[in-house]
């Protein structure tokens, strides 16, 4: 970001593993080609924009080996053109039925275009491989792809129970980018930023140079790191770690909060697929309620009435919104630069969220800020409160 501060925004990419070859349509597939639509491919046609104009920029992306099997699996890149086909279907049947509401056919229209360009991108410019775009950006030294755990198991818990159970997960993990990209990762995305004391050596068999936590796992190093959370550290084991930035993340992720909650953006959760007859919505329903992509409705308050969406209105909100988050970020950065000579803010987060957020990464930083060397005694992990206990409470009456 600046000469003396940087702003590091990682993204991770994940799904849970899901393949029925024994169904003819399997609704948790449908994940997979809902990320695939709204947040992979906005996501790489983005980035290869900015690559074409010349525009500078970095980036650091985690890609889980459950999501790589998917995206590499033929039966789910055929079941996937399908579902665009299907997509494509229903916007004609939404053209002819808003023919006559004007700001009703003007979303259509957005979303037929959208869903065209979708296909277009997937099956005739990289012929149903999106990996092969993700690797194309990563040689051109824009895009850091990180690796992650093999089955995005909670380390920490595997720990508990074997040693060498975690230990297979990141080493497969490992295997698996370096078949991907021929290449070693040099970074690593902890499964929900979980940690516990011995994973770093575990990460340094693997050959990781640097991974992410929570802020209190850094905090409650030994010895106290007198940079706080603004610059990594070094474990005994050899990997850095770098600490979440929690105000940044709020800002990005939380709907009461941040960003997420204007009431400019699209509801997510008023979807066509509830709105209209089952026999209108045509094959895409396979005669049942779900969400089916086309949302015309905005966030519009806490109520259960919702106005209709306006991609205008939406735009200025993000732009004043990125805008409004480089602006808190150099004025955080100015802050801590009385007491710190070259602060690094870590946002992480989960790419879904960071369709329009704008970019700016250098992820080789161990040495510019100073690491320094801390024991990491604490657990933790970026779920609320912050401990590993919240994954293994009984469940509440």
Request: aromatic share 10%.
């Amino acid at each position: 970001m600046t000469s003396r501060g940087s702003l590091a925004l990682v993204l991770h990419a994940h799904l849970p593993f899901v393949r029925h070859p024994e169904h003819e349509h399997f609704l948790e597939e449908d994940w997979l080609f809902e990320a695939i639509t709204e947040t992979y491919i906005p996501l790489l046609r983005m980035m290869q924009r900015l690559v074409k104009e010349g525009v500078p920029f970095k980036l650091t992306m985690s890609l889980t080996p459950t999501l790589c099997a998917m995206l590499q699996d033929e039966l789910l890149r055929d079941r996937y053109v399908r579902h665009v086909d299907l997509l494509l279907d229903l916007a004609d049947r939404e053209r002819k039925r808003n023919r006559d509401h004007a700001k009703l056919r003007e979303l259509t229209e957005f979303y037929s275009d959208m869903f065209s360009k979708t296909r277009r991108f997937f099956v005739e410019e990289w012929k149903s491989d999106l990996l092969a775009a993700f690797r194309q950006l990563r040689e051109t030294g824009a895009l850091e792809v990180i690796a992650s755990a093999a089955t995005h198991g909670l380390l920490p818990l595997i720990q508990r129970q074997s040693r060498e159970a975690a230990r297979a997960q990141v080493l497969i993990g490992r295997d698996v980018y370096v078949d991907l990209f021929d290449v070693d990762p040099s970074g690593f995305w902890l499964p929900e930023c979980a940690y516990a004391p011995g994973l770093e050596t575990i990460l340094q068999e693997a050959n990781i140079r640097w991974f992410v936590l929570d802020a209190h796992g850094l905090l409650f190093g030994n010895p106290r790191p007198h940079r706080a959370i603004y610059a990594p550290c070094y474990t005994p084991a050899g990997p850095a770690a770098f600490a979440r930035d929690r105000d940044s993340s709020r800002q990005v992720w939380s709907g009461h909060e941040g960003y997420p909650g204007d009431p400019a953006y699209r509801e997510f959760y008023r979807d066509v697929g509830f709105d209209l007859p089952l026999e209108h919505l045509g094959p895409i329903s396979r005669g049942s309620r779900k969400f089916s992509g086309m949302k015309y409705h905005r966030i519009t308050g806490r109520g259960v009435e919702k106005e209709l969406y306006d991609r205008n209105s939406a735009e200025k909100a993000a732009d004043a919104h990125a805008t409004h988050f480089l602006e808190q970020r150099r004025a955080q950065i100015r802050e801590l630069r009385a007491i710190d000579v070259d602060p690094i803010c870590v946002s992480p987060r989960q790419a879904s969220f960071s369709r329009r957020t704008r970019h700016s990464k250098r992820s080789n930083l161990q040495h510019r800020h100073g690491a320094t060397k801390v024991i990491l005694k604490s657990g933790s992990t970026r779920a609320t409160p912050g401990f590993i206990r919240i994954y293994t409470r009984p469940p509440e009456a």
